[in-house]
């Protein structure tokens, strides 16, 4: 089956978008935002303000887990500084130049790797470190120190270093060391207290899960507010895109609401703009329609002559007038309908169209007899004037009662919001894939013995168009030509 495609819509005429996008509003062209996939305002303004508001989330996030870590840091810096102050301040040097370190009360430093520890060394003309004393909870192990800490301490007098190292156990250990000079003893010492690091580490561990579920909830309900608040900011745009649509659909001639002052403009050169149209639409029409009638009086009068005169002249007038008063005809029908498309928004009854034409038709073809089942719902309404609608079927139908061997079956039905289908089939003789094709030829007539002009689908086709719809010809499953339909479909 070839599809019969619509034409183009006429110069000057108003035509309306129908590429949308997820939010309902009308695709613009492509920009930077094709990366986030199908244009749309609502997805714009939501993935920036949620991208930029998620991302200032996460630097908030990171930068209070290191001020924490940070603190957490300075705090058990203090309590070794603390720890190192006793030792400085109990230490003491006896009669042979011994070094003797306080008793230190603190029960985790008595214990054997618990955890916490110190000790006492000098630096040693290679740049390390010798061990003076230690506390019992190393037992037979030392602290570990970096192979610069006695450059570090020199460069930096009374300046305390601060270290991660790894304990007797392996475990992560912070440290801290200090250099001081004692009384009676030349060679300065470095006094170095460490402790198990785990509390500290856990505790951040513990406020980073609760910062990153308190920054995720209020990340989603971030999220949430730009969509509401792009919605809500939005409403009036959606509103005016509604009220367009009506008015393209002809429940309304133009837009009436109270826009916000951005939008009022917009609305202001939308009215004027389909006020142009309609204008241009019935001039246009006018203009046609005065061609039309202007001529149909001479026509008149060559036809009039030439039937009372006889002879091969008359015949060659005659034949040429009538030609000239069908082209005239089928202007007229052309110029009506498009400017209905661009009317009021008058609709029609599918199925009283439907009744009556199967009445009319089953008593015109009451000699064969011709069976007319016919089927549409109550709802369904055709988007133009009755008068288009009865030309539309009944040519289609009266095709199908001339061709049939005694059934002809319609049926109408909805195939979208906008779009309804209208079929047309009966159990004649058919037509090939050529002789469709020719069918739609104008005044093209397969049987010369079958009484018409020929143009009855080429009218089909040529009022389709018009209101935008499309004619297809297939084979019917009663066996003779199916005829098919797609109109303008109007709200219930």
């Not at 070094?99 to 000790?119: E, H, N």
């Not at 156990?169 to 001081?180: C, I, P």
């Not at 499953?477 to 005829?483: D, F, I, K």
Request: some cysteine; glycine content about 8%; proline content about 5%.
């Amino acid at each position: 089956m070839t599809a019969v495609q619509p034409k183009a819509a006429p110069a000057g005429g108003l035509r309306w978008p129908r590429r949308r996008d997820a939010a309902g509003l009308d695709a613009g062209a492509p920009g930077m935002f094709q990366a986030f996939g199908k244009p749309s305002l609502v997805r714009r303004l939501v993935i920036l303000a949620a991208g930029w508001s998620l991302a200032v989330l996460l630097v908030s996030a990171v930068v209070l887990a290191l001020l924490f870590q940070q603190a957490a840091l300075r705090r058990f810096d203090q309590s070794l500084g603390e720890l190192i102050d006793n030792l400085v301040a109990g230490t003491t040097i006896d009669e042979t130049g011994q070094v003797l370190a306080p008793a230190i009360t603190d029960t985790r430093a008595l214990r054997a790797y618990s955890g916490k520890y110190w000790q006492i060394v000098e630096p040693t003309s290679t740049g390390g470190v010798r061990l003076i004393v230690r506390s019992r909870s190393l037992w037979d192990s030392d602290l570990q120190a970096p192979s610069d800490l006695a450059a570090q301490l020199a460069r930096h007098p009374g300046k305390p270093v601060s270290y991660n190292v790894r304990g007797p156990l392996n475990e992560h250990l912070r440290a801290r060391a200090s250099q001081a000079k004692l009384p009676g003893r030349s060679t300065p010492v470095i006094f170095m207290a460490a402790e198990d690091r785990a509390p500290v580490d856990n505790d951040v561990k513990t406020f980073l899960t609760a910062t990153a579920v308190a920054f995720g909830l209020l990340g989603v309900g971030l999220v949430a507010a730009v969509v509401v608040q792009v919605r809500v900011g939005l409403g009036p745009l959606f509103a005016l895109r509604r009220e367009v649509a009506q008015v393209r659909r002809g429940k309304a001639e133009r837009v009436v609401q109270a826009y916000p002052t951005e939008l009022t403009p917009l609305a202001d050169e939308l009215n004027a703009l389909m006020a142009h149209n309609q204008e241009v639409v019935e001039r246009q029409r006018t203009h046609v329609g005065n061609l039309a009638h202007a001529l149909k009086t001479p026509l008149s009068v060559m036809l009039t002559e030439a039937g009372q005169q006889g002879g091969p002249l008359s015949e060659v007038v005659t034949r040429q007038a009538e030609a000239m008063r069908q082209q005239v005809d089928h202007h007229l029908r052309r110029a009506r309908a498009a400017a209905r498309t661009q009317g009021s928004g008058e609709r029609t009854s599918a199925p009283e169209v439907l009744d009556e034409l199967s009445r009319t038709l089953e008593r015109i073809h009451s000699d064969k007899p011709v069976a007319i089942d016919w089927d549409a719902p109550d709802d369904l309404f055709f988007q133009g004037e009755r008068q288009d609608l009865l030309e539309l079927a009944g040519n289609a139908m009266e095709n199908g009662c001339k061709w049939c061997k005694g059934r002809v079956r319609v049926r109408a039905e909805a195939i979208s919001p906008e779009r309804m289908r209208l079929t047309i089939e009966d159990d004649g003789p058919g037509l090939t894939p050529e002789g469709r094709a020719a069918a739609l030829a104008r005044g093209t007539r397969l049987d010369e013995a079958t009484p018409g002009s020929g143009l009855g689908l080429n009218i089909i086709d040529e009022l389709a168009r018009a209101y935008g719809g499309t004619l297809q010809l297939g084979e019917s499953r009663l066996g003779g030509l199916l005829v098919e339909l797609v109109l303008p479909k109007a709200d219930a």
